[in-house]
């Protein structure tokens, strides 16, 4: 059954309201009517079976007649993937794929080596996308909560915002030759945390000044092995290990 995304906001009283697209989609592409039940997750995770009471083209509402409090989906952990900016649209891969395995926040941000430099307005449009896309993503995979996808920043801002929520973070890169991710891994304890981040760098990686305050943030310097990775693979292997190590895939 296909899931659809809420705010918390969006429901009031045991009644839910979807607008836009996904009113479009509910009324115009899967036909649904009044009495028609659909799953709807909001941005707590919670996953609620909705009867529906009204349907248009333009605005959805229907009740709300059972709640699971957690989606089983959710990961026990929430990774986010700070990802420096790559060219073209290769931030679209990187977001589909990693929704897909499981990371809960995506922070693009803008670095020494970062080719693609957007203004405002299309630095807006492209995170507008890469937020459609995680949506689409995670209903597909059946993910219970569609991933937070912030505006883009510069590394400091990041590291300002990851340095109030302190979670545990690890900083692939190719300087490093002596602790692998396994290493890491087993050093970070997987078992009792909460939260990791896990930095990227664009095309070209990052500039030493800039790996030395992430360094000095606190992250633990990793190496993938003896191959260098695209930037657009590096974090889905990432994830993917994380979330093999956590039990959650395999």
């Known amino acids: 059954m ?19 697209g996904d009113a479009r989609h509910i009324a115009k592409v899967l036909r649904l009517g009044a009495g028609s039940i659909i799953h709807v997750v909001d ?29 089983s989906a959710l ?8 990802q420096g900016l790559p060219k073209g649209d290769k931030m679209d891969l990187v977001v589909q794929k990693c929704t897909e395995l499981g990371v809960s926040r995506f922070m693009p ?13 299309a630095a807006s449009r492209r995170v507008q996308r890469w ?8 209903k597909q995979c059946g993910v219970g909560r569609a ?21 545990s973070m690890l900083f692939p890169w190719e300087c490093e030759t002596e ?23 664009p095309e070209g990686g990052f500039e030493r000044e800039e790996a030395k305050s992430v360094i000095e943030a606190g992250a633990i310097p990793v190496s993938l092995g003896r191959r260098i990775l695209r930037t657009e693979t590096a974090g889905m292997v990432v994830a993917a290990v994380i979330m093999y190590e956590l039990g959650e895939l395999g």
Do not use: H, M, N, Y
Request: charged content about 25%; hydrophobic content about 45%.
């Open 147 to 167: 991933p937070e996808v912030r505006d883009i920043l510069t590394l400091g801002e990041a590291l300002g915002l990851l340095s109030e929520e302190k979670p």
């Open 131 to 138: 937020r459609r896309i995680a949506a689409e993503a995670a």
């Open 179 to 201: 602790s692998g991710l396994r290493q890491a891994l087993r050093q970070v304890a997987l078992s009792d945390v909460r939260r990791i981040a896990v930095f990227i760098g």
């Open 43 to 71: 941005s707590a995770g919670r996953e609620l079976e909705v009867a529906l009471t009204t349907v248009a083209d333009t605005c959805v509402t229907g009740a709300v007649v059972a709640v699971r409090e957690r989606s």
């Open 75 to 82: 990961p026990s952990v929430e990774l986010t993937l700070v």
């Open 2 to 20: 296909r899931r659809f995304f809420v705010e918390s906001q969006d429901i009031q009283d045991g009644c839910v309201t979807i607008c836009g």
């Open 109 to 121: 941000v803008l670095t020494a080596r970062s080719v693609a430099r957007p203004d405002s307005g």
